[in-house]
């Protein structure tokens, strides 16, 4: 039975909303979830469906939730596991996990995410590479022995890195072996693909110009 709502927008090109949705989904919340494509057309309706105009949101149980990291200490109230069990990495995790909500603006800029398109080479800048060699560090600062990055369970973390793996893969950035069999292994969780294969399912009619040429 649905207890609420979660507001999402495109599935090919909204990372927020892929954060929240793993995050609800691996939380095992029953919610309806509802598609708004996003557009300059959408603002209006993003704005009458959510206290901040943007997705993800959710609703749950009586709770209203917004931005992506509340999504994720909401989704880990109903599974803890979902934060390292270990106090220590547990400060780890929910550190990176604010560092990425915070920050990476360069990265996000120059390789907004498209989860069907190849662009191979495009959006190296100074800035965006200082991004990349910050975000292999923390990867490699988790002590994991794999596949994800606490571990042999996709927690929290994995979900607010998803998106980053996605823009890895979409325009083919050099990574250290670890960190490539890190991205691997989120690729191939079967949450990942499922968000994957309803992104190619996604009308054309939904394309946005600005983030297909
Ligand atoms: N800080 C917010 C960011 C949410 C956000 O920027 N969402 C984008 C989609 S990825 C959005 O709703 N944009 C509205 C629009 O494009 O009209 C969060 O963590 O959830």
Redesign the pocket.
């Known amino acids: 039975m649905s207890m609420g709502r979660l507001l999402i927008?495109n599935r090919r090109?909204?990372?927020?909303?892929l954060r929240?949705w793993l995050l609800v989904r691996l939380a095992g919340l029953e919610v309806t979830e509802t598609l708004i494509p996003?557009s300059e057309g959408?603002?209006q309706a993003?704005a009458d469906a959510t206290p901040t105009?943007?997705?993800?949101y959710l609703e749950h149980d009586g709770a209203r939730i917004?931005?992506?990291?509340s999504i994720a200490e909401y989704a880990a109230e109903h599974n803890p596991a979902l934060w390292p069990a270990d106090r220590v990495a547990r400060a780890h995790a929910r550190s990176i996990s604010a560092e990425m909500?915070a920050g990476f603006r360069a990265l996000r800029q120059a390789m907004p995410m498209n989860l069907c398109r190849s662009f191979p080479g495009r959006g190296r800048t100074p800035e965006v590479l200082a991004d990349i060699a910050r975000i292999e560090t923390i990867w490699s600062e988790t002590g994991s022995e794999g596949p994800f990055l606490y571990g042999a369970n996709f927690g929290a973390a994995d979900a607010m890195f998803a998106p980053v793996v996605a823009r890895f893969l979409t325009y083919g950035v050099e990574l250290s072996e670890p960190a490539a069999s890190y991205c691997a292994a989120v690729r191939a969780h079967p949450l990942v693909d499922e968000w994957y294969r309803g992104a190619a399912e996604e009308p054309a009619a939904w394309l946005l110009e600005k983030y297909e040429t």
């Open positions: 927008g090109y909204s990372s927020w909303s929240g996003l959408a603002t993003l105009g943007l997705v993800p917004w931005e992506s990291l909500h």
